[in-house]
Each structure stands twice: as structure tokens, then as C-alpha cells.
């Protein structure tokens, strides 16, 4: 549909972004939009790689939650198995997201957010903590055409948009 936007969230090492609107990317002047990692959801959190605070990178990137963690085994590892803390360590982290993905569909009101990257490899239950992190902040009306599903492409997501990307820019 002409009116239709897409979030993609590619959660990684960081978390990275696309926003297509009307089945076209939207890039912005600048080239930078969507850039969700650096959206500050704390601003008294702690400091970002890129110098500000309380990004989603702070707090719900693959790195941020092994940070958090700091446990012997590997974090989806612990998560998987049902490991208390591992659990609640994933749960904020989600939750974390969730309320940052809120800010961005009360501004575009998408059809579809679409979670890639390495820790959307948590899996379904990790999906369904984002989501309900982001109908708690977002007004009903807003998600109600709304969904939030894991990306087809998986943890390649990123990686095959941006090739996508690159082969149109060369044709």
C-alpha cells in the first residue's frame, strides 16, 4: 500500500535500523534515518559509543546484554535453558526495546516491525517481550494494524538489505 510503513530492528553487536514508507527505504537529507540504536530511552543511562545516553545500544544490543549478564556461559545459552537471571537480564532488554520501538510507531504508526539480528536468535519468547513492551507504550489505535514478527531473513536481515542496497545503487 502507498500509505504503508515497515520498522526493521537489526539487534546485534548494536542495534541498526531501516524505515521503508510506501515500499521505498527512507533514508532522510542526511542518509541517517533510522538509526534506532542511538535513540536515548534514559537519558540519565549510561554513555553510548556515540557520546550520547541511554541509547537502545546501552541497554538492549547483543553487547549491552552480555554486559549485563557477565555470566560463565554464553547468554542465549542460559536464556534457552531457563536460567533465572539469564531470563530477567533478556526480559529488560526487550522491554527496553520495546519502549524505544513505541517512540517510533507513534511517529509512523507501522504495519510492520520486523526484529532481526543476532539476538532476535533468542527466538519467539524474546519477540513476544518486545512486542508487549511496545503496545504497553503506544496507543491502542496506533498497533492496531500492526505486528511485530521476527524477520524472515533472520540474523542475515541486515546484512541482505544492505546488499539489496548496494545492487541498486550499481544498477
Not at 100 to 119: D, K, Y
Amino acid at each position: 500500500a502507498p500509505d504503508a510503513a515497515m520498522l526493521l530492528a537489526a539487534v546485534g553487536t548494536g542495534i541498526g535500523g531501516a524505515i521503508t514508507l510506501g515500499g521505498k527505504l527512507w533514508r532522510g537529507r542526511s542518509g541517517a534515518a533510522g538509526e534506532l540504536g542511538n535513540m536515548s530511552v534514559d537519558r540519565r543511562g549510561t554513555t553510548c559509543w556515540c557520546g550520547r545516553r541511554g541509547c537502545l545500544n546501552t541497554v538492549s544490543s547483543g553487547v549491552a546484554l552480555e554486559q549485563t549478564w557477565g555470566g560463565a556461559r554464553p547468554l542465549r545459552e542460559a536464556w534457552l535453558a531457563g536460567d533465572a537471571r539469564a531470563v530477567e537480564v533478556v526480559r529488560e532488554g526487550a522491554r527496553a526495546l520495546g519502549h524505544g520501538l513505541a517512540n517510533a510507531v507513534q511517529l509512523f504508526a507501522p504495519t510492520l516491525i520486523a526484529l532481526g539480528g543476532g539476538v532476535a536468535e533468542y527466538g519467539e519468547a524474546w519477540r513476544a517481550e518486545v512486542e508487549a513492551a511496545v503496545r504497553a507504550e503506544t496507543f491502542p489505535e496506533a498497533m492496531e494494524h500492526c505486528r511485530v514478527e521476527l524477520a524472515r531473513a533472520g540474523y542475515e536481515a541486515g546484512a541482505l538489505g544492505a546488499a539489496r542496497l548496494a545492487a541498486e545503487a550499481v544498477s
